[in-house]
């Protein structure tokens, strides 16, 4: 049970001597955030399997086929939004480790 709360917390919490430096809260911030992402494809790539299933199972119902064009558009669009948040937050945590 150790190992697993382990892979949870980034490495330079772990060591005391770590946890007071800049390069550790930067860390943690990308370390968190990839984590976050990872969750976030998952759920779109599972909200762009269900649209792709709603699509085929409309059976000529162009309700039912316009829902799940916007359930694949609401899938891509969160995507979109996560990535260039990730990529924010990288750009920022890269600053702030360079000191700028």
């Known amino acids: 049970m150790a190992s697993t709360l382990d892979q949870l917390i980034p490495v330079c919490l772990r060591d ?3 946890q007071n ?10 370390y ?3 984590r976050l992402f990872v969750v976030v ?6 909200y ?3 649209g792709g299933f709603m699509m085929v199972s409309a059976f000529g119902n162009e309700q039912k086929y316009t829902e799940a064009k916007q359930t694949v ?3 891509v669009i969160g995507m979109i939004v996560a990535t260039l ?15 700028l």
């Open 48 to 50: 762009l399997i269900y």
């Open 32 to 34: 968190w955030t990839d």
């Open 73 to 75: 558009l609401y899938a």
């Open 21 to 30: 430096d800049l390069g550790c809260v930067t860390s943690s911030i990308t």
């Open 41 to 46: 494809a998952l759920v779109s790539f599972f």
């Open 85 to 99: 948040a990730g990529l924010i937050i990288h750009l920022f945590t890269s600053l702030l480790s360079k000191g």
């Open 16 to 18: 005391p001597a770590q």
